[in-house]
C-alpha cells in the first residue's frame, strides 16, 4: 500500500514513476515521443475541461490526466495508479496532464511530443496576446468549433446545470464590457496579486479570468461553455449564498460578486481595481429625519427645529443605481384583459435629479431622501427594482420600461459643479437582463450587443438567437449595462489595476 502511495504522488516528471524499467537511451526515447503510434485514437468530441479536475474515480485534485480517447480524468501515471490502469483496462493509450499541459503514452509511459496536439492545450488553456485582445471588438467573424457549429466569440451559451441561470445571465452581461474583459483574458495583470495565507476569495478571480478567456475562445471545441468551476467557486466563497440548485437574485448576485471580486483584486475603500474603475460613479445623498407620524402636530414642528431633524448631506460612491418602479395598478381593458403598465425610463431616473423625495422607512425611524449624482463611470448599471419582499412572499412588478437604446443622456442628473467637468454624459445600451415569470421561479435571459457587428443577441441558458433592437424593449428588464460614448478613449483600452 504504501508503495502504491508513493508512486500515485511522484513528480509527473519523475523517470522512477515506473519502477523495473531501464532508461532508453535519449534517442529511443525522442523517437517514441516524436512517433507516438496511438495519435489518431484521440477522440476531441468527448474533450471537456470545463469540469473539475477531480481523479473520477478517488476524487482527487493532485497529479490528475485526462484520458483523450474517452475524456475521463484519473490521477496519476505510475504503476497501479487510476489513470495506468485504465490505459490497461480499455487500451486508451494518450493521456493530457491538466496541470503541466503535457501528453504522455500509457502504459508505455513516455512524453508526446507532437504540434497537432496544440489545439487541445489550447481548449484547456486559452491565451490572448494584447494585440488579439485589441481586434476583438473591431470585426464580426464567425469561428468554427471542432463539433461544426458557427459562433461568435463571447456570444456564447453558458450551460444552465440546475437553477444557476441568476448567475449565467450576469456573468454573460460582465463578458461584454471590455475593460473588465480585456483585463481577466491575460493572467500576467492579476497573477502577481498577493492575498493574505487561507484566504479562497482569490478563487473567484481565477475562476472569472478562465471563464472568460473559454468564453471568448476562438478556437473552441464546442459552441458554449459550462461554467462548473465558476459557480463552484462562487458557492464556496460566498459560503452558499449563491447556490447551483436553487434559483437565486441576479440583482443580489450581481452586488455581491463585484463587491467580492473588487476585494480579492486587492481593491479597498480607497484603493481602487479594475471594478471600480468600470462600474463606480459618486452621489450625493441629502437625508432629512421625520419626527413619528401619531406624535401631536406641536411636537412635530419643535422636533423639526432641532438640528437632529435638519437634512443632512453624504458623499458616496455606487457600483450600480437602483431604479424604483411606480406602483402596478393592474386594471383591465373592455374585453376584461389585464393591460401591463408602462413607464418611460426618464420617470424612473428622476430619482436622482436632486429634487425628487422619497420616503424610506426603518424599524424605528423614518428619512426623506434624495439623490443627485456628482461622477458617472464608463459604464453604467441600472438595477430595476421588480420585487417587493413582504413577510410572507416576494411580489414582482410586472411594469414595461420604455427606453432608448442609444444617446441617453444623463447631464440633467449631475450637480451644476459635475456638469461643467463631466465631458460626455452620454450612454449607449450594451447589456439588458431579463427576468420572465413568477419571482421565485422565474427564469433569466439576456440581451447582448456584440461590439465588433452591432448587432444584438438573446442568450437563455445554451441558446443564442439574433434579435431585432425593439423587441429588446418589450421586455421585463430587470438589469442593463449602459457605456458611455466616450468610452473608446476612456475605458475600453486594455487597463491594469
Known amino acids: 500500500m504504501a508503495n502504491l502511495k508513493r508512486e500515485r504522488f511522484l513528480d509527473d516528471d519523475d523517470e522512477e514513476e515506473v519502477p523495473g524499467k531501464v532508461a532508453r537511451s535519449q534517442d529511443t526515447k525522442d523517437r517514441r515521443s516524436r512517433h507516438c503510434p496511438y495519435l489518431d485514437t484521440i477522440n476531441r468530441s468527448v474533450l471537456d475541461f470545463d469540469f473539475e479536475k477531480l481523479c473520477s474515480i478517488s476524487l482527487s485534485h493532485i497529479n490528475v490526466y485526462a484520458c483523450l480517447i474517452c475524456g475521463k480524468y484519473f490521477q496519476g501515471r505510475g504503476l497501479k495508479s487510476h489513470a495506468y490502469t485504465h490505459s490497461v ?51 464580426g467573424k464567425l469561428y468554427r468549433a471542432y463539433d461544426g457549429t458557427t459562433y461568435l466569440p463571447g456570444i456564447v451559451g453558458l450551460n444552465n446545470i440546475k437553477a444557476n441561470d441568476y448567475a449565467n445571465v450576469v456573468l454573460q452581461a460582465l463578458s461584454n464590457v471590455p475593460p473588465l474583459r480585456n483585463y481577466f483574458l491575460e493572467e500576467e495583470n492579476y497573477r502577481s496579486i498577493r492575498r493574505p495565507p487561507g484566504d479562497i476569495m ?81 452621489m450625493r445623498i441629502f437625508s432629512k429625519k421625520l419626527p413619528h407620524p401619531d ?8 422636533l423639526l427645529q432641532t438640528e437632529e431633524y435638519q437634512e443632512q448631506m453624504l458623499e458616496s460612491t455606487f457600483l450600480y443605481l437602483t431604479l424604483d418602479l411606480p406602483t402596478a395598478p393592474l386594471y383591465k381593458d373592455e374585453k376584461e384583459q389585464l393591460i401591463i403598465p408602462q413607464v418611460p425610463l426618464f ?15 426603518t424599524y424605528k425611524e423614518n428619512f426623506l431622501k434624495r439623490f443627485q449624482l456628482t461622477k458617472l463611470p464608463p459604464y453604467l448599471i441600472f438595477c430595476i427594482k421588480r420585487f417587493t419582499k ?71 441558458d445554451l441558446q443564442v438567437t439574433d434579435i431585432l433592437p425593439q423587441m429588446i424593449t418589450l421586455s421585463e428588464a430587470y438589469i442593463q449595462i449602459w457605456k458611455r460614448q466616450e468610452a473608446e478613449g476612456d475605458g475600453d483600452s486594455h487597463t491594469g489595476a
Not at 420617470?347 to 422607512?361: D, H, P, V
Open 89 to 139: 483496462q480499455f487500451a486508451h493509450h494518450v493521456f493530457l496532464n491538466l496541470h503541466t499541459l503535457k501528453f504522455y503514452c500509457l502504459p508505455d509511459n513516455y512524453e508526446i511530443i507532437d504540434s497537432s496536439l496544440e489545439d487541445i492545450t489550447y481548449v484547456l488553456k486559452p491565451t490572448f496576446t494584447k494585440q488579439h485582445i485589441s481586434a476583438l471588438d473591431k470585426h
Open 202 to 282: 482569490f478563487l473567484l478571480v481565477q475562476r472569472f479570468g478562465e471563464l472568460m478567456r473559454k468564453l471568448w475562445n476562438p478556437r473552441n471545441f464546442k459552441a458554449h461553455v459550462s461554467p462548473h468551476e465558476m459557480l463552484q467557486a462562487v458557492v464556496l466563497c460566498s459560503k452558499k449564498t449563491f447556490q447551483i440548485t436553487k434559483q437565486g437574485d441576479a440583482v443580489d448576485f450581481l452586488s455581491w460578486f463585484l463587491n467580492a471580486l473588487h476585494g480579492a483584486l486587492g481593491g479597498t475603500k480607497k484603493k481602487t481595481s479594475i471594478v471600480t474603475k468600470a462600474f463606480q460613479g459618486t
Open 295 to 302: 406624535l401631536p402636530a406641536e411636537e412635530k414642528e419643535a
Open 347 to 361: 420617470n424612473i431616473l428622476a430619482k436622482f435629479n436632486g429634487i425628487t423625495e422619497k420616503e424610506y422607512k
Open 390 to 460: 413582504n413577510n410572507f412572499f416576494v411580489e414582482k412588478n410586472p411594469t414595461i420600461v420604455n427606453f432608448p437604446i442609444t444617446n441617453v443622456d444623463l447631464r440633467e442628473y449631475l450637480t451644476e459643479e459635475a456638469q461643467s467637468t463631466e465631458k460626455n454624459t452620454t450612454y449607449d445600451l450594451v447589456a439588458n437582463v431579463v427576468h420572465d415569470g413568477k419571482p421565485s421561479e422565474g427564469a433569466y435571459r439576456i440581451h447582448v450587443l456584440h461590439h465588433g457587428t452591432g448587432k444584438w443577441y438573446e442568450l437563455q
